[in-house]
């Protein structure tokens, strides 16, 4: 893939300690802006104010993560006076999401808000919404062939290299930056994944000679991690760590440790989960989660979305920041990333 | 014997049935000629099942000669057997619930019309009315549907279609084993019906009051023996308990 | 023999309403009272728009098609729930064929795609048909066979379908301004409810789904039978997939997957039984039509994800009870 484009941006960032957001890149390969400049000022809020103006939701699943995305959306729709008037799941069917787009044009949406469940089906799905005249804001996917600025206002997505690599960091820390550490990564062609998972490796490899990755294993379905998670510990009992894809095949992995009895043996994943954050506040083998700000990320695709309906220069490829949350952070953590408090068991445990 | 003039439609030579080593049937010798009734009685596993899907054609027989009209024939199958002119009114009728009393009737042989064969539903409506007229069978209409009859309604129409069918025997397998008083004796009617068509009837029933109202023989079996066949008119019922009973 | 024509019916009225069937308008009734709903709700929505209304049945079509070999499936007293994943394996099938053969692309993607449900079908009907294995264990196997091979033919990847032509017949294309994906609703409908209600297949289909035995009895030959409703299921979902590869111009393996439940659900709400025996094509294309405007409308209501479902849920489950309580009647 892009292995060495990132290397060098890595090792760039090392050597100046360049801003983080530096190493993520588009599906095109463009560079990243970061959300925190695309902000809807005073003058766009009042010229959008009023204009009964409508946005709909597309999403592609239902999940935490998407909750928080559309909340901050939301947030920000109602801001300038935006009406959300269609929110869809597509359940991670393409056929569906294409029904849901022609369905939510009947409503006339001013601003879409979407992630394409993937750039090829999705090419022809979203053609109706361009002839249709709306702003289309794709949260980490695109549509293949799709032009920024005549066919879509922007992509906005995580800081996928900087989780991976935040991962790496708050593991080699929890371990003394000595060992061997296991790999399980998402066997799928997904660039928001991949390239989370590819960041960790690299990371690993680049900065923490002292570390190796001794076991490397795929997972497509999360409901199969206790198992490919207990042939890892097998073969390899002395693991000083793994790394998980995502939090949902990290419970996997925890029941599997749990089981054997396993109690040294550090885990990182990403994205905020209750049950891997708890097992975090107790002191058990979770050393860190590193999440998104999904309220940010929704946050700066409505404020894309509007902004390119005002006419005005949007840029093609924005991420949100990346978080490390530890047992130190865990409410902060929480607060910054999904907009809410964290669940209460987790508080109250800590 | 009745009618001489007439050959038998059926005529069993020294049917003999064995399942493996046991012997279900041994020896069996009966005619039914046309527009007669003759009763197959006996006792619970005297073998009548057996001779009824024999004559069918579920069971091929181990020896012996099955003819119709004369004509010795095999039949491997019950479709061989309805080609034949014999159809069977099953204890369970073999209805199918959810259609309409003319598509039970037409069941397996719908008639169609046109050069894409599309069902005649109007033929069959109406050839279904003018039997349940005949036959004297009480049914709300030709479209009612199966599961909202009677039992004795069922039972009728289930004779009709055996009757509109056979060209040569209907066989009755205890005919009103589940009915009550009234409808017993609407079916009797209908069996009665079936000598006017010049139908051999072959007829299994319990109820030896049955049997003497409706047969013109009796044919006893015992433990797969066949004790004798007696005419209805020069017996009674004393002699045909005994015959069953053997005491 | 009685002076009244035993063929007359006690009161006219009676026989009137032994041979309407209120269970089978159940469909019809809810179809229409929900339209209603939407037109009055959503009328400054857009519902009511003719794009949104096309919409409705452009977007329902492969379902239809879906549920058309259902009735059949149901009808003869089996079960097919391997459909869903049929659908994404044609299209897959198709969509390669055309890859590798771009010069011939219409053909061979039709023959790919047909190809691939009829063989299925074929597997599922000659597994519970001549070796007499029950249809749900057989095809909840395949399901999962089908599903799996679906996702290895392209290791997940999604397969662009370009030929204008198949684009054109089975997507977007239309006929006398009548889009394309209509006319094979009708069409299919059309032909479906022709065979179900007026052919002798029709009839036995139904003889052999009610009673087997009486199916049997009387020269049906049910094995033949269930074979050809599953070949039946399975060439439809070919079809079905022939459509989604044309709409979304791609072929993906989870196209189909989730219209198993909608499926069932728009059947069974149409009048057909599960447990065989009774059913209909019209009934399953409104309640095909039914479920796309359940969707289309909570959608345009702005409901929340989670509550467009429980409405939804609700509302099938209504209609479920209604048309069972009118059966058991």
């Known amino acids: 893939m892009k292995t060495t484009t990132m290397l060098a941006a890595l090792l760039a960032s090392t050597l100046i300690a360049s801003p983080a957001w530096a190493q993520t890149i588009g599906p095109n390969g463009e560079t990243a802006t970061p959300s925190s400049e695309v902000v809807l000022t005073d003058a766009d809020i009042a010229a959008l104010q009023g204009k009964g103006y409508k946005a709909a939701l597309l999403w592609h699943t239902s999940s935490d993560f998407i909750n928080a995305v559309a909340a901050g959306a939301n947030d920000e729709f109602a801001r300038a006076g935006v009406d959300v008037v269609v929110t869809t799941d597509a359940g991670f069917d393409a056929a569906k999401q294409r029904s849901d787009i022609e369905t939510a044009l009947a409503a006339s949406p001013n601003v879409i808000l979407s992630l394409p469940l993937d750039p090829v089906t999705s090419a022809e799905a979203f053609r109706g919404a361009i002839d249709a005249g709306a702003e289309l804001v794709f949260l980490s996917n695109l549509p293949a062939g799709y032009v920024h600025g005549t066919d879509y206002a922007a992509i906005v997505t995580d800081d996928l290299f900087q989780m991976g690599k935040q991962a790496a960091d708050v593991l080699a820390a929890s371990i003394g930056g000595e060992g061997t550490v296991g790999w399980i990564f998402h066997d799928a062609d997904y660039y928001v994944t991949n390239q989370r998972d590819n960041a960790f490796k690299a990371t690993i490899e680049a900065d923490y000679p002292g570390i190796e990755i001794v076991a490397e294993q795929g997972i497509s379905d999360p409901a199969r991690a206790e198992e490919l998670a207990n042939a890892m510990l097998l073969q390899n009992p002395d693991l000083d760590g793994i790394y998980v894809t995502w939090a949902e095949p990290a419970d996997g992995v925890l029941a599997a440790l749990r089981s054997a009895g396993n109690t040294t043996t550090k885990i990182v994943t990403l994205d905020l989960s209750e049950p891997v954050a708890l097992d975090m506040v107790k002191g058990g083998n979770v050393v860190g989660l590193v999440a998104d700000e999904a309220y940010e990320l929704g946050r700066a695709m409505a404020a894309a979305g509007l902004k390119g309906l005002l006419g005005e220069e949007v840029p093609a490829f924005v991420v949100a920041p990346a978080l490390t949350v530890t047992a130190d952070n865990v409410a902060e953590g929480w607060q910054q990333s999904l907009h809410r408090d964290a669940p209460a068991s987790v508080l109250s445990a800590k | 014997m009745l009618d001489t003039a007439s050959a038998p439609v059926l005529e069993l030579s020294n049917i003999r049935k064995a399942f493996g080593g046991i012997v279900a049937i041994e020896d069996f010798s009966l005619d039914v000629r046309a527009g007669e009734v003759v009763a197959l009685v006996g006792d619970n596993g005297a073998g009548k099942s057996t001779l009824i899907k024999i004559i069918s054609g579920v069971y091929a027989p181990t020896s012996g000669a099955i003819r119709i009209d004369g004509q010795e024939v095999s039949m491997p199958n019950a479709t061989k057997a309805r080609e034949h002119g014999i159809e069977v009114v099953y204890q369970d009728l073999a209805l199918v619930d959810q259609q309409p009393v003319y598509m039970n009737l037409f069941l397996g042989r719908e008639l169609t019309k046109g050069p894409f064969r599309v069902l005649d539903r109007r033929q069959m409506i109406a050839e279904t009315e003018r039997l349940v007229t005949e036959l004297d069978v009480r049914i709300p209409s030709a479209h009612a549907t199966i599961s909202d009859l009677s039992g004795g309604q069922r039972q009728g129409i289930a004779i009709a279609r055996a009757t509109h069918w056979a060209r040569k025997l209907v066989l009755l397998d205890e005919p009103t084993a589940a009915l009550g008083v009234a409808e017993t004796a609407k079916v009797e009617k209908t069996v009665a019906a079936l000598k006017s068509r010049d139908i051999g009837v072959l007829i299994i029933s319990h109820s030896l009051d049955q049997v003497f109202r409706l047969s013109d023989r009796i044919c006893v079996l015992r433990r797969g023996k066949q004790i004798g066949v007696r005419e209805t008119a020069k017996t009674d019922k004393n002699e045909i308990v005994s015959m069953i009973t053997g005491v | ?329």
């Open chain 3, 1 to 329: 023999m009685s002076a009244s024509s035993p063929a007359a019916p006690a009161s006219p009225v009676r026989a009137l309403l032994a041979r309407i069937n209120l269970q089978q308008y159940v469909v019809y009734v809810g179809f229409l009272a929900i339209f209603l709903f939407f037109a009055v709700v959503l009328r400054d929505s857009g519902f009511l728009t003719q794009r949104n209304l096309v919409n409705i049945v452009l977007q329902t079509a492969p379902a239809t098609i879906m549920a058309i070999g259902l009735v059949f499936v149901l009808s003869a007293g089996d079960i097919d729930l391997s459909f869903g994943s049929t659908v994404a394996v044609s299209a897959l099938c198709a969509a390669m064929a055309m890859a590798a053969m771009p010069a011939a692309a219409f053909p061979v993607g039709i023959l790919a795609g047909l190809g691939a449900g009829l063989l299925v079908g074929a597997i599922n009907g000659v597994l519970i048909a001549w070796l007499r294995l029950p249809s749900f264990l057989v095809t909840l196997a395949t399901m999962g066979l089908v599903a799996g091979i679906g996702r290895s033919l392209t290791q997940l990847r999604s397969i662009p379908v370009t030929d204008p032509l198949f684009t054109g017949i089975f997507g977007s294309g239309s006929l006398f301004g009548v889009p394309s994906l209509v006319i094979w609703t009708v069409v299919a409908v059309a032909i479906g409810h022709v065979i179900y209600r007026q052919t002798r297949f029709g009839a036995h289909v139904l003889a052999t789904g009610d009673n087997a035995r009486a199916a049997q009895v009387t020269g049906i030959k049910v094995s033949r039978i269930r074979l050809w409703v599953f070949m039946i299921s399975g060439g439809l979902a070919g079809l079905a997939g022939l459509l989604y590869a044309g709409r979304l111009q791609a072929a993906k393996y989870t196209l189909g997957e989730t219209d198993l439940m909608t499926v069932i659900a728009a059947v069974i709400v149409g009048g057909t039984l599960l447990n065989g025996g009774k059913g209909s094509v019209i009934g399953a294309l409104v309640g095909s039509l039914l479920m796309g405007m359940l969707n289309n409308g909570l959608i345009l209501m702005g409901l929340s994800v989670s509550d467009q479902m429980i409405v939804r849920g609700l509302i099938i489950l209504v209609a479920v009870a209604v048309s069972l309580r009118e059966k058991t009647r």
